[in-house]
């Protein structure tokens, strides 16, 4: 055993070994050719845009790159890539192994070490050839139409297996001529196996010839795949980390800002061609493998609209590799870009970290730019620049809702711990005033050190920014920061997750920082504090929509629950999609603004899953889901008979009942 190894090149000439070097140079030598044209593809874009952090590189490239974070799941598609994965990385690294024994100043290619390298090589090659069959088997009878598909797929898994299979013949054949004792035999578990049953009865030269063919066979197709992995989808395997590591790091919720010097010196607006997206959003271009997983998420592409967030990235790709040509129009139409909700669920789930929604939102800022908005989102647009809010109302009715509450304000309570943020909706919709109100009782209730701005608050940006309009943002941003600052305001909480995630992840980009709760967080802190009631009792069944920008984008899904009391509610009804999975009620991204068809409404689609839970009251922690989900109940049968309440009203309804039931106890 201690001596058990085998000779690398046995049965092969010294010439061939030569022929196999020139061979295997060559077709690295193609391949980095195609990838020289790649990265000057990628060149062509706008400098800089790369995360330039080692230790952002070594984290990411950890968690999605080897350990396959997202992919991980329960489904056919993951678990062949999981098979095909594992089995490519550690033949990839036993071959180099290999190659460093036999070439390097020490060969430690024998003993115990060289019977566990063929044990492993063995196990991860069957893993390997399964995960080719199951995607065979999957792209001929299980292929959903997400899924990308062409001729140079069957190629591919073609040459993968035929990979595979060759390599375990080599071995047989080797063990065959080399006649090798069965107790080292067996740690080649499947070339013994395939030693003793098909290749049973050969003699040592006829074993020996077929070696020698079946090696060059293998040597060839090694020489091909290195060749022609940068013309199919396998490209991703160098592109994919590489995206992986290189995309920069921002919270998700944040949009890259534009430089005002920037555009008065080059007079771009956005993108309106391929080469004025940066060199990394090139390059994610390529790392797309088209798995179809974020079109699988999207809503837009559920409803029925014109954008599939995979055809983005594989259209403005093609356009690319033509060299250029136009991108608005004819490679990416105005309704495709206007269809997005910006609810990140693309980005969400991505194995690779593109980045879906940035690459929209620079478009949109082009034809915003262009003056190619127009009806209901343009005059909302038109309307944040003169009355400061999307809604047209004057901003000296900010403080209607709260009519009758005696609502402290910064000027009556100039020393307030929490600034609480109303934001447009609950300061003008007639619906989500409600929403403020009881946000605004239940702080008082509580005892809680509050103010409002008033008359002071204005739009945060966030539809602008959305849309398209980053001047209006920034002029919103600006101006508000300042406020903030006037005022020392270093507590916020708000019940808008749209207006949390502006002033938490992007108002730190125009110097605001602070520290930034949606009311759902504090309001959980006061019932684990004791300062509020949790009159949970069970009740009607309830269930729960997650805003996009709170559960998705900002990581926040058990403040929500514990608000509405389902960790101790038996009558809790979870919908299939939720927390981080939770699907758009399709406001975001300023669609709020926008007339679409009833057909293609995507609060139609989270009706019907609220209403399938069976639940009798849908809670949600979102001015803008609240009306959406009250329309889209209203135009789904069953829905009727469901309530639509923000948590903070579930929550002081059930302060009041409490008061009823001490009442009725004394």
Not at 630 to 656: C, F, H, P, Y
Request: glycine share 10%; proline share 5%; charged share 20%.
């Amino acid at each position: 055993m201690n001596n058990a190894t085998r000779e690398v090149f046995g049965n092969i000439a010294p010439w061939m070994q030569w022929v196999f070097f020139i061979m295997i140079a060559a077709s690295f030598g193609v391949l980095g050719w195609q990838l020289f044209a790649h990265l000057r593809s990628w060149r062509r874009g706008q400098g800089g845009g790369y995360e330039r952090s080692p230790r952002v590189w070594i984290q990411r490239l950890t968690v999605y790159g080897l350990a396959q974070k997202r992919v991980h799941k329960k489904s056919l598609g993951a678990l062949l890539h999981l098979l095909l994965f594992s089995g490519f990385l550690v033949l990839t690294i036993g071959t180099t192994l290999l190659g460093i024994a036999h070439d390097g100043p020490y060969n430690f290619h024998h003993g115990w070490y060289y019977l566990f390298y063929e044990l492993t090589m063995d196990v991860f090659g069957v893993a390997f050839c399964i995960g080719c069959l199951m995607a065979m088997y999957r792209r001929a009878f299980r292929r959903k139409p997400s899924l990308g598909h062409n001729w140079s797929d069957w190629y591919l898994l073609g040459l993968l297996l035929a990979l595979g299979v060759t390599g375990f013949v080599v071995e047989a054949l080797r063990m065959q001529y080399t006649q090798v004792q069965p107790e080292l035999a067996h740690w080649s578990v499947v070339g013994w196996l395939m030693d003793v049953t098909i290749f049973r009865g050969l003699n040592i030269g006829t074993a020996r010839t077929f070696h020698l063919w079946s090696w060059w066979l293998h040597t060839i197709l090694v020489a091909l795949l290195f060749a022609t992995l940068p013309v199919n989808r396998f490209l991703h395997i160098i592109t994919g980390p590489l995206n992986i590591a290189l995309r920069p790091e921002r919270p998700m919720g944040a949009l890259v800002p534009l430089s005002m010097e920037t555009v008065e010196q080059t007079g771009l607006i956005g993108v309106s061609e391929i080469n004025q997206f940066t060199q990394q959003q090139l390059l994610s271009l390529d790392a797309c493998m088209e798995c179809g997983r974020c079109e699988d998420a999207c809503p837009a592409t559920a409803a029925g609209k014109p954008l599939s967030p995979k055809a983005v990235v594989t259209d403005v790709r093609a356009l690319m590799a033509r060299g250029g040509g136009h991108l608005h129009g004819e490679t990416i139409k105005a309704e495709t870009l206007w269809s997005c909700t910006m609810c990140q669920a693309c980005v969400q789930e991505c194995p690779v970290l593109i980045g879906h929604v940035d690459l929209i939102s620079d478009m949109r800022r082009h034809l915003v730019g262009e003056g190619q908005l127009s009806g209901p989102p343009a005059r909302a647009l038109q309307q944040i620049g003169n009355q400061s809010n999307p809604y047209g109302r004057p901003n000296s009715e900010r403080l209607a809702w709260a009519e009758g509450l005696e609502v402290p304000t910064v000027e009556t309570n100039p020393d307030f711990e929490y600034l609480f943020w109303v934001g447009c909706a609950a300061s003008f919709d007639p619906r989500a005033q409600k929403v403020a109100r009881a946000t605004a009782q239940l702080l008082k209730e509580a005892g809680v050190n509050f103010a409002v701005l008033g008359k002071e608050e204005t739009c945060s940006g966030d539809p602008a920014r959305r849309i398209g309009d980053e001047f209006l943002f920034q002029e919103r941003a600006q101006t508000n920061v300042e406020t903030l600052s006037r005022r020392k305001v270093k507590k916020i909480v708000t019940p808008c997750p749209h207006c949390h995630n502006t002033l938490k992840n992007e108002y730190p980009q125009f110097g605001g920082e602070y520290e930034v709760q949606h009311h759902s967080t504090l309001l959980a802190e006061l019932l684990g504090e004791g300062r509020l009631k949790d009159g949970t009792t069970g009740g009607e069944p309830i269930t729960l929509h997650d805003p996009c920008y709170l559960a998705r984008v900002n990581n926040e899904v058990e403040a929500t629950r514990a608000v509405i009391g389902a960790p101790n509610n038996d009558n809790y009804r979870e919908m299939p999609r939720h927390g981080k999975k939770t699907f758009c009620c399709g406001a975001g991204g300023g669609r709020m603004w926008f007339e679409e068809p009833p057909a293609q409404r995507v609060s139609n689609l989270r009706a019907e899953e609220a209403i399938a839970t069976g639940a009798e009251t849908l809670a949600t922690g979102c001015p803008f889901c609240l009306n959406m989900m009250t329309d889209g109940m209203a135009n789904t049968a069953g829905g009727e008979a469901v309530k639509v309440l923000d948590i903070a009203e579930l929550l002081l309804s059930r302060q009041g009942q409490l008061v009823e039931r001490s009442r009725e106890t004394v």
